[in-house]
């Protein structure tokens, strides 16, 4: 579903209270972008390559451009390299562009889109 | 059976999903401002190192709902307190009233409507839990019944070894509240109101408007006692100037309008 993380209640009766550094946080893993048909393989997004635990990040990418209630999987390579989702982050400076071909693998990695 | 929010001070790491997944959820515009407000329906602030949430604590008598005069504001069984704009009129009455300062006003807009959280009422009729507990990545905010939240609460502080305030906030504040909150630093110290009697607010406004009825049939019946006094003193004044000699009843000309008055209609009193 669109909710991965869903619910999940580590606070079982009697766990300490976690200190702020140590958090480990339950993000959604392995979302799997929709392939378009001339793309190597599906893009597979990892919350953790992405997120700093210092700094608030996740305002940085919710709920411009990624919203996470109903999040859409439907990016295209046009959009991006014009600034859109991926690419207001990946545009070279802040992040490696998405127009690099040399790194195609990076984004696109079949071993990981599920069966 | 009514839902609530456990929110815990020690688990939560500031990083505001809550407030994105909440301006996902309400369609409210961008961008996330430093304190709640009409279109910032939660933030998490810092303070006193820890970090807090604010949104509406969903008080369980809301003095909001007390004291609005159209019915726009409503405690729903489920728990949430939901705002009906449609019905709003816009006195603000509920902005001073609520004991947690939630309620804010579109001050920008020409037709200005009331924001305030809303727990989600809309997700909680479709089973689901709420946006700002759905999203959050370390459980610092928890979804439940409320008194399951109290005793996971509760079961918290105890066997936490100390590390939080032995108190859970909004267990009695202003009668309770369907929000209940963890912290590991004195609550005052948040910003949040410690001093909330443990009644619900509506109940001191009750305890005068209760006395209502009574107070218009004493304060009616006394008036009406007042002027039956004074119209009998009336009457038997100008009765005796009726019979009084005619040099006297020339006095003034109300006087006469009087007895002609009385002529005309035929009353002649005693």
Not at chain 2, 178 to 191: H, K, Y
Not at chain 2, 216 to 224: I, K, M, R, S
Request: some cysteine.
């Amino acid at each position: 579903m669109v909710l991965p993380i869903a619910f999940m209640e580590a606070g079982a009766a009697g766990s300490p209270p976690t200190p702020r550094k140590d958090a480990a946080l339950r993000l959604p893993t392995g979302i799997v972008f929709k392939k378009a048909p001339d793309a190597p393989a599906p893009v597979v997004f990892d919350h953790v390559s992405h997120v700093r635990l210092e700094g608030n990040r996740c305002l940085a990418c919710h709920p411009q451009p990624f919203k996470m209630l109903r999040p859409s999987r439907e990016v295209t390579h046009a959009a991006m390299d014009a600034g859109g989702s991926c690419g207001s982050c990946h545009d070279g400076k802040k992040a490696f562009a998405t127009v690099d071909t040399e790194r195609c693998d990076v984004c696109h990695r079949s071993d990981e889109a599920p069966k | 059976v009514s839902a609530g929010l456990l929110f815990d001070t020690t688990r939560c790491i500031g990083c505001g999903a809550c407030s994105a997944a909440c301006k996902e959820q309400n369609d409210l515009p961008l961008p996330i401002e430093p304190a709640i407000t009409a279109y910032t329906w939660t933030v998490v602030e810092e303070r006193a190192g820890v970090n807090v949430r604010r949104l509406c604590m969903h008080c369980l008598e809301p003095t909001c709902v007390s004291v609005c005069p159209v019915g726009a504001l409503t405690k729903t069984p489920a728990g949430p307190v939901v705002y009906d704009s449609k019905r709003c009129i816009g006195c603000r009455y509920c902005i001073m009233a609520c004991p947690f300062g939630v309620p804010k006003y579109q001050w920008d807009r020409a037709v200005p409507v009331v924001g305030k959280c809303i727990l989600c009422s809309g997700r909680l009729a479709q089973g689901q839990q709420t946006a700002c507990a759905t999203v959050c990545p370390t459980g610092a905010t928890m979804f439940g019944e409320r008194e399951a939240l109290l005793r996971e609460a509760r079961s918290r502080i105890a066997t936490s070894g100390g590390a939080y305030v032995n108190h859970v906030y909004g267990e009695q504040e202003a009668g309770g509240t369907s929000v209940l909150m963890l912290s590991s630093v004195p609550f005052e110290r948040l910003g949040l109101d410690t001093n909330l009697p443990p009644q619900g607010l509506p109940m001191l406004t009750w305890r005068v408007l209760s006395k209502v009825p009574d107070f218009v049939a004493v304060a009616g019946a006394f008036l009406y006692g007042l002027h039956w006094i004074t119209r009998r003193r009336d009457e038997v004044r100008t009765s005796l100037d009726a019979t009084a000699p005619e040099s006297q009843t020339a006095a003034s000309p109300l006087a006469r309008a009087r007895s002609l008055w009385r002529r005309l209609t035929g009353r002649a009193g005693s």
